[in-house]
């Protein structure tokens, strides 16, 4: 079974960036759609971003449009998530999911990482 290891989380301050990182322990990365989605505190875990296998084309939240950025790096086996100006609505579990889909619907993706804490203060 895959697993996705994530990595990058953190407490910050509002304005300020992190970048997350997700690695798989298996599949051909390169042929697999990845996806970022969050969980805040007593919320229902929502999309984020998403990338196509070859990084061709993105798709974003609109809470998170212009401020956070979805790359992927291939022959690292890397995908990345560029959190800029972060604010305290963003403050979450961010999990990391892989899948063969370009979809933000969740059950299309068949493993998913342990999840990071992000936390935004004022």
Known sequence: QVQLVESGGGSVQ???SL????TPSKRPFSSSVYAW???APGKEREFVALIRQ???SQ???DSVKGRFTI????PK???YLQMNALKGEDTAVYYCATGTQYTTNQPSYDAWGQGTQVTVTS
Do not use: I, P, Q
Not at 71 to 74: G, I
């Open 14 to 16: 509002a304005g300020d």
């Open 54 to 56: 070859r990084g061709t």
């Open 77 to 79: 086996n890397t995908v």
């Open 71 to 74: 790359s992927r790096d291939n």
């Open 59 to 61: 798709l974003y939240a």
């Open 37 to 39: 989605f969050r969980r």
């Open 19 to 22: 970048r997350l990182s997700c």
